[in-house]
């Protein structure tokens, strides 16, 4: 049943884009004049199947997606996504070989009351990636956001939210014990002038900071063959905020913590520079021995009035996409690289940074986007799948 999605999954995008009215042919109201003519809709089956960005990374790296769900989407006026958009659900099958939770796995999703771990729509994912013979990243498990109220407004002594924290750490890993490839188990712990968050971050307020190797040990403890990371955002490049990461790790792999992966979000605006030193930045992890990994991809941009990027905004964010998945090829152990959603109808971006959006690689009508020929591009150059016939347009 499921193999039968995945087989349907080229088909749907390219049944949407074939009837596609000419009139529709603007940014953002479905084939972008960018769309080259026969982008794989008018391949034969067996090809049009393998027109996606897995076929396109072979086994370069996985390639991976959030899978849309809780946080903002709760807020909005449609039903939770991944559970029931089914031509989005084709896509995530089809595309990505990696998934991430966006929201399910983290605390105030999997935590509504102190003695409740709902892990349904966690196991939901899991489920449907191994269905799909794509792999998992865990996110979250010590985070300053998305606490559950009774949590951050609980009256609980310091050992209890030692013991609250092991419990949680312990509880969640296990669960999907030698099923999940990676877990980002502290995630954003400097703020952006590079500190530790001593006050921001509840385990770091009622606990100090030593807390960070016990959440490592604990989850090694519950799945030795997870790979743990830190994880977080603008430290892309080489800034004080890595520079902090570099060191803090240094410090925890010298007294044995088990450390395997540094991350970085990757959430990228055009307003902004592109991070050119972001190969150097993951290199340096890379050479303590870490894996490492692109978790968050997104690249957004000002909208002009009227909601639609230009031409030259759509190329620059492709440019961006590719210089991100080209730094990912260029660092040994670099071997995962997710984009944070998929479709801006889903996307974070427009709530979180009011004005800007765009920040997906496809439209809302699934056709590409020239953000998503780059990274596929990018992906065949390095798998020698560049000039496949599937891939063709
Ligand atoms: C975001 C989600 O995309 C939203 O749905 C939610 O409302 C807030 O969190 N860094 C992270 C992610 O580590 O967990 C965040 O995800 C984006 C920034």
Redesign the pocket.
């Known amino acids: 049943m499921r193999r039968r999605q995945i087989l349907a999954a080229g088909a749907v995008a390219t049944t949407m884009a074939a009837v596609a009215p000419a009139a529709s042919a603007a940014p953002g109201g479905g084939r972008g004049p960018t769309q080259p003519p026969g982008d794989g809709t008018t391949k034969p089956p067996g090809l049009a199947k393998k027109d996606n960005l897995a076929f396109a990374a072979g086994s370069t790296l996985k390639i991976g997606c959030?899978v849309a769900g809780?946080?903002?989407?709760t807020d909005q006026d449609y039903p939770d996504p991944f559970t029931s958009d089914e031509p989005y659900r084709e896509v995530l099958a089809a595309e990505f070989t990696s998934l991430s939770a966006?929201?399910q796995m983290?605390w105030d999703h999997l935590r509504p009351a102190p003695d409740v771990y709902a892990f349904e729509d966690a196991d939901a994912i899991m489920d449907f990636a191994e269905a799909n013979g794509q792999v998992v990243r865990g996110?979250?498990l010590m985070w300053h956001n998305?606490n559950p109220a009774w949590l951050v407004e609980g009256d609980y002594s310091p050992e209890q939210l030692r013991e609250i924290l092991k419990d949680h750490i312990t509880t969640v890993v296990s669960r999907y014990a030698g099923r999940m490839q990676q877990w980002d188990v502290v995630?954003?712990i400097f703020d952006d002038d590079a500190q530790l968050r001593l006050e921001g971050n509840i385990w770091f307020r009622e606990l100090g900071t030593e807390i960070i190797a016990d959440c490592f040990r604990w989850a090694h403890e519950a799945d030795p063959e997870a790979l743990l990371f830190f994880?977080d955002?603008n430290v892309d490049g080489i800034n004080p905020k890595s520079d902090a990461y570099y060191t803090l790790i240094q410090d925890l792999l010298a007294d044995g913590v088990p450390i395997h992966g540094f991350s970085t979000?990757g959430?990228l605006s055009i307003r902004y520079g592109f991070p050119g030193d972001l190969a150097e930045n993951l290199q340096r992890f890379a050479d303590l021995g870490l894996q490492t990994a692109i978790t968050?991809l997104d690249v957004r941009m000002d909208l002009p009035e009227g909601g639609e990027p230009t031409q030259a905004q759509l190329e620059q964010q492709a440019d961006y996409y590719r210089r991100v998945v080209e730094a990912a090829l260029a660092v040994d152990g670099c071997e995962s690289l997710t984009l944070?959603g998929v479709l801006d109808k889903y996307s974070?971006v427009p709530g979180t940074f009011p004005g800007e959006g765009a920040a997906t690689v496809l439209w809302d009508d699934f056709t590409r986007k020239p953000a998503y020929f780059a990274v596929q591009d990018a992906l065949a150059e390095a798998s020698g799948r560049a000039g496949h016939p599937a891939l063709r347009r």
């Open positions: 959030a809780g946080g903002h989407h966006e929201n983290k996110h979250t998305q995630n954003e994880n955002y979000q959430h968050e944070w974070w």
